[in-house]
């Protein structure tokens, strides 16, 4: 069974850090591309950053760039999303998600964990 599992959210003030995790298990994810997306209440949902699991190469959303960094441990089979000088509005529930690397859209979701910056 294929799961990706987050972990690492919770309550932080302006500022400061957290560390994302996402546990991937049930496949061999070689071949895939893994993101993180966000949902604040009342908006949609929105892309974060992704990494070619095979390459290490990255993308990040224009709102992150230059305070989140996006990795990956192939022996732990987790993906790391540390998102370092937290803003208020960086408050959403945060998934991890999973596509193969020759498809469009990602087709394979966690749960989520939620992250709260207090100004």
């Known amino acids: 069974q294929v799961r990706l599992v987050e972990s690492g959210g919770g309550l932080v003030q302006a500022g400061g850090s957290l560390r994302l995790s996402c546990a991937a298990s049930?496949?061999?994810?070689?071949?895939?591309?893994m993101g993180w997306f966000r949902q604040a209440p009342g908006r949609e949902r929105e892309f974060v950053a992704q990494?070619?699991?095979?390459?290490?190469?990255?993308n990040y959303a224009d709102s992150v760039k230059g305070r989140f960094t996006i990795s990956r441990d192939n022996a732990k089979n987790t993906v790391y999303l540390q998102m370092n000088s937290l803003k208020p509005e960086d408050t959403a529930v945060y998934y991890c998600?999973?596509?193969?690397?020759?498809?469009?859209?990602?087709?394979?979701w966690g749960q989520g964990t939620q992250v709260t910056v207090s100004s």
């Open positions: 990494i070619v699991w095979s390459t290490s190469n990255t």
């Open positions: 998600a999973a596509r193969y690397s020759s498809g469009s859209s990602y087709n394979l």
């Open positions: 049930g496949r061999t994810f070689s071949y895939y591309v």
